[in-house]
């Protein structure tokens, strides 16, 4: 109808005709935006009642039929990104990782920071072998957003990064990351604890002797931590130190048969060192002589009948520790002695670890005694 047309229609139009015509209109207006209110509160439940059983089916392992359920939600409300990450965790699950990438990444666009989406695409690309890849995403989720409990997920995210660093063999980037994490953390003695223990995994024994010690300071019942405090120790060759923790720890513990077994092996690395200070002459040759009586009855099992088919040179070791063993060498309690027995043990100890299987029940306080010496 043109503009002069609906002037004309109106000038002829009583005012009741018109007041009846707009009211209907209002009317016609008014119920649509209720129908279509309804409309949409009806979709958003159907989407939610989807998304809840979802939930229910992924609980149950039940990935499938959860992955159905997210998808027929998304359907029905496609800007819920609750929805679009739970189909996304789901098909992670399921071993769905390139349905699942897709998704995250939609997520990353209107979330850069989103730390689940991140925490997800470093286990994808982890799996996958992308260790590249996965640092950076783990790094993304750890400094991302959280909507709940964010200082817990971060550390566990740290946790599953260093994890992977030691699968991998990587344990200097292992250390790096446990140095970030020990300034993360709250005053937690478990955190500090388990922390301590992947240092020693990590090779780092110094910075895990200072987080057990630590923890023995801040609680001395600590009977974990006394033990962890002795592997430190043990580790660096502080036998004195390791036996004293190991002590505490077996004393808070009776049922720690391993601090006791430690505490005994590192007694007798101890008894066996003929270089401790302190020492009189005849006790540092004598100790030097068990050094290759060991060393010698450590070769017993490899040995063959007929010593004659082996090199001379074998022989004549052999021959040398035999006759020092038997008693027809008197050696005077000198320093230059001590050495020689030193390095005797040591070239039959070496002599061993080269030609020889490793046997059933190995000389660990030997083994331990030569290394000692020789750094």
């Not at 690395?269 to 290759?292: A, H």
């Amino acid at each position: 109808m043109e503009p002069d047309q609906i002037g004309l229609f109106l000038s002829r139009t009583t005012p009741r005709a018109l007041v009846a015509a707009f009211t209907v209109m209002g009317l016609l207006f008014l119920g649509t935006g209720f129908l279509t209110r309804a409309y949409n509160r009806q979709k958003q439940e159907r989407a939610e009642r989807q998304y809840q059983a979802g939930e229910q089916a992924a609980a149950a392992g039940r990935y499938q039929d959860a992955i159905q359920l997210y998808t027929a939600a998304l359907a029905l409300k496609r800007d819920d990104e609750r929805y679009l990450q739970a189909l996304a965790l789901v098909l992670v699950k399921a071993g769905r990782t390139e349905e699942a990438e897709t998704y995250l990444r939609q997520l990353l666009r209107a979330d850069p920071a989103n730390g689940v989406a991140n925490l997800m695409l470093a286990r994808i690309y982890a799996g996958r072998g992308n260790m590249e890849l996965a640092v950076q995403y783990y790094q993304r989720a750890i400094y991302g957003l959280w909507p709940e409990n964010p200082l817990e997920r971060r550390i566990e995210t740290r946790f599953e990064l260093i994890h992977l660093y030691e699968e991998k063999g990587e344990l200097r980037a292992m250390e790096a990351e446990l140095l970030r994490l020990l300034e993360e953390i709250p005053d937690d003695p478990k955190l500090k604890k388990r922390i301590g223990w992947l240092f020693l995994a990590a090779e780092s024994y110094a910075n895990a002797g200072k987080v057990f010690a630590e923890v023995t300071r801040s609680d001395p019942r600590d009977a974990e931590a006394f033990r962890g405090l002795g592997d430190a120790e043990f580790a660096m060759e502080h036998y004195f130190s390791a036996r004293t923790a190991y002590a505490r720890a077996s004393a808070l513990n009776p049922k720690d048969t391993r601090s006791r077994a430690q505490y005994a092996l590192a007694t007798e690395v101890i008894r066996l060192n003929p270089m401790l200070r302190g020492l009189g002459s005849y006790t540092r040759l004598r100790r030097s002589q068990i050094l290759v009586e060991r060393a010698r009855k450590a070769l017993d099992y490899c040995l063959p009948e007929d010593l004659e088919t082996l090199p001379a040179q074998v022989r004549e070791m052999l021959d040398k520790a035999d006759r020092l063993i038997s008693g027809k060498v008197r050696q005077r309690r000198t320093a230059e002695a001590v050495e020689e027995n030193i390095a005797l043990a040591e070239a039959l100890e070496r002599y061993r670890v080269l030609n020889c299987p490793s046997p059933a029940a190995p000389d660990r306080a030997l083994t331990l005694v030569l290394r000692q010496l020789a750094s």
